[in-house]
């Protein structure tokens, strides 16, 4: 797997970073391992507010990012997990955003934006 995660737990939410490159036909393996490390650590360390910055390099087919989504309460994803999604560069983020529309249709809470400081402003007052 060619995705990297590291993470931060501050007093009110779990900051989680995603770097490497995405590994054509195999981003959605990739995915769930990764989801459900952050599932893991957020359990782990009692906090449900997440922000998950993506620096990861290569496009994530949209089919990808439905199949990912749909697992996550198969590996263990809570619903009382919020998710912000910061995804810095404006290609990744117009790629990534429909992670948001794919996780409010399954019922789970989250949002993406461009920046850090406008995704813990949002997963704070949540």
Do not use: C
């Given at each position: 797997?060619?995705?990297?995660?590291?993470?931060?737990?501050?007093?009110?939410?779990?900051?989680?970073?995603?770097?490497?490159?995405?590994?054509?036909?195999?981003?959605?393996e990739e995915g769930i391992a990764t989801w459900k490390q952050?599932?893991?650590?957020?359990?782990?360390?009692k906090l449900n507010r997440i922000m998950v910055v993506s620096?990861?390099?290569g496009r994530l087919p949209a089919v990808s990012a439905f199949?990912?989504?749909?697992?996550?309460?198969?590996?263990?994803?809570?619903?009382?997990?919020?998710?912000?999604?910061?995804?810095?560069?404006?290609?990744?983020?117009?790629?990534?955003?429909?992670?948001?529309?794919?996780?409010?249709?399954?019922?789970?809470?989250?949002?993406?934006?461009?920046?850090?400081?406008?995704?813990?402003?949002?997963?704070?007052?949540?």
């Open positions: 797997m060619s995705l990297k995660l590291k993470h931060k737990a501050f007093k009110d939410y779990l900051r989680v970073e995603f770097n490497g490159n995405r590994t054509p036909g195999q981003e959605v952050v599932a893991d650590i957020a359990r782990k360390v620096k990861v390099k199949n990912i989504t749909e697992s996550l309460d198969i590996i263990g994803w809570q619903q009382d997990f919020i998710i912000a999604g910061v995804a810095p560069d404006k290609i990744a983020f117009t790629n990534l955003s429909i992670f948001e529309t794919i996780m409010q249709n399954l019922g789970y809470e989250g949002k993406m934006f461009e920046n850090e400081s406008d995704a813990k402003k949002w997963l704070l007052s949540i």
